[in-house]
């Protein structure tokens, strides 16, 4: 039981050793102790403000980087549309190109039509004319047997031939 029962001498030295650490930790160590706490509290505003600032800047850049984003998909569909207005215009001008072509080929078709139509014309005239005259041959050939009308054939064309003339 004098384990638990201190003595009134125990209790002062240790009271008295209790002041010294006290007074020598107020004096000295209390002061650089709030000093740290102090230097903490100011690093740990300062990380804070420079966080909140990072993040002020984080929504900035995210603001532009979303600004740049809608630009890109502006400039985007106005590519778009550009391409499809080359396109449309290109598939409208080789419309019109294949439309010339085909006008100038059918032009073309037709006049050479024309020409073997004018050609085929003067060659059934030329048959005809060709036909005429064996045909007239012939005839006159029957007409002309006997020597007096054979004569007198060549004495009415002489006369027609000198009539002609003058």
């Known amino acids: 039981?004098?384990?638990?029962?201190?003595?009134?001498?125990l209790l002062f030295w240790m009271l008295l050793s209790f002041g010294v650490v006290?007074?020598?930790?107020?004096?000295?160590?209390?002061?650089?102790i709030t000093k740290m706490v102090e230097d903490r509290?100011?690093?740990?505003?300062?990380?804070l403000d420079a966080a909140k600032e990072a993040n002020k800047q984080l929504a900035q850049i995210k603001e532009q980087s979303e600004?740049?984003?809608?630009?890109?998909?502006?400039?985007?569909?106005?590519?778009?549309?550009?391409?499809?207005?080359?396109?449309?215009?290109?598939?409208n001008e080789s419309k019109e190109l294949a439309r010339a072509e085909?006008?100038?080929e059918l032009d073309e078709?037709?006049?050479?039509?024309?020409r073997e139509k004018e050609d085929a014309i003067k060659d059934i005239r030329r048959q005809v004319a060709d036909l005429s005259v064996d045909i007239a041959e012939k005839?006159?050939?029957n007409n002309l047997n006997s020597n007096a009308e054979q004569m007198a054939m060549?004495?009415?064309l002489i006369d027609e031939g000198m009539v002609s003339k003058s």
């Open 1 to 9: 039981m004098m384990l638990l029962q201190p003595e009134a001498g």
């Open 22 to 32: 006290f007074a020598v930790l107020a004096k000295f160590g209390f002061p650089i």
């Open 41 to 47: 509290n100011a690093y740990i505003e300062k990380s």
């Open 67 to 91: 600004a740049i984003l809608a630009s890109a998909r502006e400039e985007q569909v106005k590519i778009l549309k550009d391409a499809e207005s080359t396109r449309t215009r290109i598939v």
């Open 102 to 104: 085909g006008l100038k």
């Open 109 to 114: 078709l037709r006049k050479q039509m024309k």
């Open 139 to 141: 005839v006159i050939r």
């Open 154 to 156: 060549i004495d009415r």
